[in-house]
């Protein structure tokens, strides 16, 4: 990849008004440099859930639901070491104490049933987050990027999370895109309490909560209630 595809992503960035088109255009031009899929989010911590923090997901069919499910956020070497520090690293490069765990392991012999093997992960600092990082994946067993090619990275890493900050304060008319019922299950959801658990929690039938799960998805045009967490999430209709 030349510099000049950098700078084209760069000012790009600056005419995207969605987060899917800008997915797209950043897997697109990262894909040059062997990386397949990404996902920007910020870090969890003290027992935070993962997928409310999700801003940008291009892993993987498949990968997202049992990662979040299995709550591999919590033993993952990559994401726990993301919160340690500031300086984009190799995924093989991350210290062992948190890389040569079993939950790590098994994290990462896991992922390798997706096409995931090798990556190299931007940390960076978040005005929603205690922190984010932008972590990009290959089915390389061992992804190599030059330093220059790390600069690049780096570059549209930190790019594309300004690009989702002017997204997220983009006055937008969000009154009456969810009910406040449908809040209350998505923010539930946000906190990991499955159908039957919210509605014991909210004193209603099961089926009436995934009818408002449904309406949810609905309103996002998306396909998981996970999803809908995102950009409820997103859009600041729920703060988990």
């Known amino acids: 990849m030349i510099d000049s595809d950098v700078f084209d992503f760069v000012e790009r960035c600056r005419k995207h008004t969605a987060t899917g088109p800008l997915l797209s255009d950043l897997l697109e031009t990262v894909r040059n440099l062997g990386f397949e899929h990404l996902i920007l989010s910020g870090v969890p911590l003290g027992g935070q859930k993962l997928a409310p923090m999700v801003e940008l997901n291009g892993w993987p069919a498949g990968w997202f ?9 919590a033993v993952d070497g990559v ?22 765990t079993e939950g790590s392991r098994r994290v990462a012999g896991e992922a390798t049933e997706f096409g995931i093997r090798s990556g190299f992960a931007v940390p960076m600092l978040s005005v929603h987050h205690w922190q984010s990082v932008l972590s990009f994946a ?3 067993k061992s992804c190599g990027p030059s330093p220059r090619e790390q600069v690049q990275l780096i570059t549209m890493a930190v790019y594309a999370g300004m690009s989702i900050q002017a997204l997220s304060n983009v006055d937008e008319e969000v009154d ?8 209350e299950v998505l923010l539930w959801a946000a906190a990991g309490k499955t159908s039957s658990e919210t509605s014991q929690i909210l004193g209603v039938a099961e089926r009436t909560v995934k009818w408002h799960s449904t ?26």
């Open 79 to 100: 994401c726990l070491y993301s919160a340690k520090t500031l300086s984009p690293f190799l995924w093989a490069d991350v210290p062992a104490k948190w890389s040569d």
């Open 176 to 183: 009456g895109v969810l009910t406040d019922r449908e809040k």
């Open 215 to 240: 309406r949810a998805r609905e309103a996002f045009g998306v396909g998981t209630t996970t999803q809908a967490v995102v950009e409820a999430v997103r859009r600041r209709l729920i703060h988990p």
């Open 138 to 140: 290959s089915s390389a």
């Open 65 to 73: 639901e049992r990662y979040v499910e299995a709550e591999h956020a």
